[in-house]
């Protein structure tokens, strides 16, 4: 086990502490790659030998001092690669290490959920198939898989579950963003007022980043339970953009993926990463008179909104 995956378990808004502890983790390796809002992988093949210490052991000397240095405590999942990292992530507990090795026989009971890429839609297709387990899709022909999800997807597919792993940690800082969160005053089951939370959320977010003049390349969605779990997905926007429609339409399509039936909802997040200038970014031109007008409406409305306050101009979804 060489790698490491850490989940810092941060109170919602607190992200401000995240440089601090990936601080903490580079005094063990130069190589560690934020995972931003809350975790962070850490390549410890080098530390093993300076400290003559497994990964897991270290693992637990970083518990240690995350809760004594910042009074925060986490979840650490170790493997031989990022994936499997990930993975063991999803079996650790506070105070224990999950561990995965490699080869498929440590993932063979685990669900297809469990591997990261593999969404409700996906999951739903293979176990209608009778594919619920990594074991079951590692040994299903190649063929069968591409038939099912595609031949890219299938390949991809059938290495992840047979325990393949091709990730390398990226040394990265904590990439600027933006973020806008929506509390709910009671757990929330309508999904209709979930919706209403990501309009108001994508409506601010593509308002202060055009304030600032930057546009973002990914949208993060996170929704937080009444159990205190969480949910996360990223997605990458078709263009980089600040525009509210398009910032709401990637978070409905975010929030449908995750297919919540009776959810009860604490708080939902929108994070708009991979910010650049304007000036930098590139539009696509449509040619569509309607999307130009809406454009110009957006800009009339900042103007307003700087003039005479955020509530003088909103969608009406909002107003009603």
């Known amino acids: 086990m060489t790698i490491l995956c850490v989940r810092f378990q941060l109170p ?7 440089p601090g502890l990936l601080g903490l983790l580079e005094e063990f390796t130069p190589v560690v790659e934020a995972l931003p809002p809350d ?3 850490a390549d410890l093949r080098g530390a093993e030998r300076y400290f003559g210490r497994t990964a897991v052991e270290l693992a637990a000397v ?3 001092r995350a809760l004594a240095l910042h009074g925060v405590d986490c979840v650490i999942g170790a493997g031989p690669g990022p994936m499997l990292a990930r993975m063991a992530l999803g079996t650790a507990r506070p105070g224990v290490t999950g561990v995965l090795p490699a080869g498929p026989e440590g993932i063979a009971d685990l669900p297809v959920t469990a591997l990261p890429g593999v969404g409700t839609a996906t999951a739903r297709t293979l176990c209608e198939y009778g594919l619920d387990t990594l074991g079951r899709v590692a040994a299903a022909p190649l063929s069968t898989l591409q038939r099912l999800v595609g ?12 325990g393949v792993d091709r990730g390398r940690v990226v040394p990265n800082g904590v990439s600027r963003s933006l973020v806008e969160e929506r509390r709910f005053d009671r757990d929330e089951l309508n999904p209709e007022q979930h ?29 937080r339970y009444a159990d205190r779990s969480a949910t996360a997905r990223t997605r ?14 990637t978070a409905y399509g975010m929030y449908d993926a995750l297919g919540l039936q009776r959810a009860r909802v604490r708080a939902i997040a929108l994070r708009a990463e991979g910010l650049r200038p304007v000036e930098q970014a590139s539009h696509q031109l449509t040619f569509d008179p309607v ?5 110009r409406i957006e800009e009339v409305a900042d103007r307003a909104r700087a003039r005479f306050g955020p509530r003088a101009v909103m969608p009406g979804r909002l107003a009603a």
């Open 12 to 18: 919602p808004m607190y992200e401000a502490a995240l």
């Open 39 to 41: 975790g962070a992988l």
């Open 62 to 64: 970083i518990r240690v």
């Open 151 to 162: 031949a890219k997807a299938g390949r991809e597919l059938q290495e992840k579950a047979n």
């Open 195 to 223: 919706r209403r939370a990501l309009v108001s959320a994508a409506e601010e977010l593509g308002a202060r980043l055009r304030a600032v003049e930057k546009v973002s390349r990914t949208l993060t969605l996170t929704v």
């Open 236 to 249: 990458t926007l078709a263009e980089p953009t600040a525009h509210s429609p398009a910032l709401t339409a």
């Open 291 to 295: 999307d130009e007008k809406v454009r």
